[in-house]
């Protein structure tokens, strides 16, 4: 791991891994201002008091995160690339959406839109890979897989993941504490409807 300089504000911790920053994560998220990434931890505060901090801590052995909350999202999957998904793992429709309601997944960390959530730990047959072109409009509530993680699109935006269906749920919402419905640690269960 790699410690690099944010600002004058702030250290990035470098991981080899997403397991790695998750572990320091784990260890480092309720003595410090700390927000992870996919192989990446960043730590907000006094740069010398955060390195301090880090060369006294060791990455965590359970890397789980949080309360564990378990969430339902509910699932209508007729999305536009489920059948390209199906080609793709050799499993049928059916065994795609089976797959992905049968394994609980994990969240790992936010990303790129307030209320979006990387989610890990699904069924390894459902590893694929993006579009091979982006579309410039998803659909707010669209479900989609890309590499080893799946998530929901918080509101419209363009993305590049492989659509699988679509959920009513709302990802984020300002008037709600906290306003993103899905935090690092929380187990995601997907419900064919």
Known sequence: MKILPSGDRAV??????????????????????????????????TPAELLR????????????????AEIKIAVTYDGEDLDHVAAHTGLTPDEVVAAHTGTPWTVAFGG???GFAYLVG?????IVPRRDSPRTSVPAGSVGLA???????????????????????????????????????????????
């Open 12 to 45: 990035l911790l470098d991981c080899e891994s997403l397991d790695e920053a998750q572990a320091w994560f784990a260890a480092l998220h309720e003595q410090a201002d700390a927000v992870l990434g996919a192989r990446t931890v960043l730590l907000r505060g």
């Open 122 to 126: 699904g069924d390894e047959r459902l």
């Open 147 to 193: 590499g080893e993680f799946s998530g929901v699109y918080p509101r419209s935006s363009p993305g590049g993941w492989q659509l699988i269906g679509r959920t009513d749920a709302v990802m984020f919402d300002v008037d709600r504490d906290p306003p993103a419905l899905l935090s690092p640690g929380a187990t995601v269960r997907f419900v064919a409807t």
């Open 112 to 114: 790129f839109a307030p």
């Open 53 to 68: 901090l880090v060369a006294h801590t060791q990455p965590a052995e359970d890397s789980a995160v949080g309360a564990g």
